[in-house]
């Protein structure tokens, strides 16, 4: 199994709401990241989680908030977020170990339009 | 921190050529190069990578070349299909101050292949 998976594929909120985006790996990837991906641009690095426990925050604002509960799981809760943060989000898992960096396996994305 | 620079942004070619991308990285320290193909509506996936100890690799119509001197490589398509019109980014590797590597991307380039 070489999948990243992630839910939902689409979303749509208001400034108001609170929702969450997920992703699972069964891969044994002891990395897990979240990209954010504007239309024609590359994939931004939002947090990065290593051994479950965050180890990169790229300066992300606080209404993104995320969390890994196990090896496997990782989510990005949501909440006050503006038009702006409108973008497709990417999650991804690597190897990542003992000093060697490996293959970064990405999901199919959840596209968030925030109205 | 790490910037990479990639060219062209967007390249038509037409079936049965090559096409050749560049990118530029800026920090020496940087150790794994992968390149990443993009399908509308769908996540990234590696299509080939480098590390630094190699100055060049080959997979069937793929190759990708390194220079650790000039701090670029490039990514080599020969015999291009329409199945090849995608996005394509370039991307390096920072080793970690985390304990975490982090990817960082190219611009991206925009390949058309016309059949």
């Known amino acids: 199994d070489t999948e990243v998976t992630q839910t939902p594929k689409h979303l749509v909120m208001g400034m108001t709401n609170k929702k969450s985006l997920k992703c699972e790996q069964h891969m044994g990837h002891r990395a897990m990241y979240w990209y954010k991906q504007k239309a024609k641009k590359p994939p931004e690095l939002m947090f990065v989680y290593s051994y479950e426990k965050l180890s990169i925050n790229e300066s992300v604002p606080s209404r993104f908030s995320p969390e890994c509960p196990n090896s496997s799981l990782l989510n990005l809760h949501l909440h006050a977020l503006q038009p702006e943060d409108s973008a497709l989000y990417l999650c991804a898992s690597s190897q990542s170990s003992g000093g060697v960096t490996g293959e970064l396996f990405f999901g199919e994305g959840s596209r968030l339009t925030v109205l | 921190g790490e910037n990479v620079e990639q060219h062209p942004s967007t390249l038509s070619v037409q079936e049965g050529d090559s096409a050749v991308i560049k990118c530029t990285y800026s920090d020496s320290a940087s150790n794994y190069f992968p390149w990443y193909k993009q399908e509308l509506g769908k996540g990234p996936q590696l299509i080939i990578d480098i590390r630094s100890n190699v100055g060049e690799k080959k997979d069937q119509r793929i190759a990708v070349t390194l220079n650790k001197t000039a701090k670029h490589f490039s990514l080599h398509i020969t015999e291009t299909q329409p199945e090849d019109s995608a996005v394509y980014f370039c991307?390096?590797?920072?080793?970690?101050?985390?304990?975490?590597?982090?990817?960082?991307f190219g611009t991206g380039t925009r390949l058309k292949v016309l059949a």
């Open positions: 991307a390096a590797t920072v080793p970690p101050t985390s304990g975490t590597y982090k990817y960082i």
